[in-house]
């Protein structure tokens, strides 16, 4: 079955960095739009960065522009987030999304998410 697996997360100060990875199976996503959305402890899950499957479109929330960076290999069906200067507001678990089909934007596949912890 298709399957997303996150994985970087981790205990960090701020100001640190981490490059997230989310490596998909059961499935080749190369031609698939793929994004990462995270989770804070009390909050609902928000968007944090799309990209298209040529990496021609790419977006980002307005929280993390010019902080985090998506980008992939399709080679080896992986996607990933680089953050750079992480704030504590940036604790959340991260999911990887990608959506039933290619031609299609609305996330259906999900990973189990990869904690990141900022601290102080």
Do not use: H
Not at 62 to 89: H, M, W
């Amino acid at each position: 079955q298709v399957q997303l697996v996150e994985s970087g997360g981790g205990l960090v100060q701020a100001g640190d960095s981490l490059r997230l990875s989310c490596v998909a199976s059961g499935r080749t996503f190369s031609n698939y739009i793929m994004g990462w959305f995270r989770q804070a402890p009390g909050k609902e899950r928000e968007f944090v960065a799309r990209i298209s499957w040529n990496g021609a479109n790419i977006g980002y929330a307005d929280s993390v522009k010019g902080r985090f960076t998506i980008s992939r290999d399709n080679a080896k069906n992986t996607v990933y987030l680089q953050i750079n200067n992480l704030k504590p507001e940036d604790t959340a678990v991260y999911y990887c999304a990608a959506p039933k089909t290619p031609w299609q934007s609305d996330y259906y596949y999900w990973g189990q998410g990869t904690q990141v912890t900022v601290s102080s």
